[in-house]
């Protein structure tokens, strides 16, 4: 059995989801660790932060599919989020049983204020790349998303 295992072993070291996912955790943790601190923030509750101040007015399911969050990690963010007064929940007037995500006035402050703490931890890691570089390597993530989901944009 061990034989079979080696002829089909998966190197993970360079199995390209493998690779963006460890890169993606470990760049998403450092800049984490910049405001979890000075702000009380997860991880998750940030990004549900972020999407939400980028585009008010989502609902839950709409977060899930923009960041592909699991639905229940998302869940969990928006209800702490509310009970810390960070977001508020507005009920559709056409529809009690879908809601709208909204910052509050303390969560667009908390929001302004991690913005640039977020933008100069990317700064600090992009710096390695030239500018020709990151043009690539946008177009590359690109090419990527829309091969591995064409149906719609994931970003």
């Known amino acids: 059995m061990a034989e079979i295992l080696e002829d089909v072993a998966l190197r993970l070291g360079e199995f390209l989801p493998f690779r963006l996912s460890v890169l ?54 928006v209800a702490s989020l509310i009970d810390n007064r960070l977001l508020e929940r507005k009920i559709a007037s056409d529809d009690g049983r ?12 908390v929001y302004e204020r991690i913005v640039p703490i977020a933008q100069a931890e ?23 998303s829309e091969q591995a989901s064409p149906d719609r944009p994931l970003w």
């Open 24 to 77: 993606s955790n470990t760049i998403s943790k450092q800049i984490a660790s910049k405001y979890q601190s000075a702000f009380g923030l997860t991880l998750w509750q940030w990004r549900v932060m972020a999407v939400v101040g980028e585009r008010p007015g989502l609902s839950a399911s709409e977060i899930v599919a923009r960041t592909a969050m699991d639905k229940v990690a998302v869940s969990r963010a």
């Open 98 to 109: 879908r809601a709208y995500l909204h910052l509050t006035i303390t969560g667009k402050t």
């Open 122 to 144: 990317l700064e600090r890691i992009a710096i390695t790349l030239s500018t020709d570089e990151m043009a690539q390597l946008n177009q590359i993530l690109e090419k990527l």
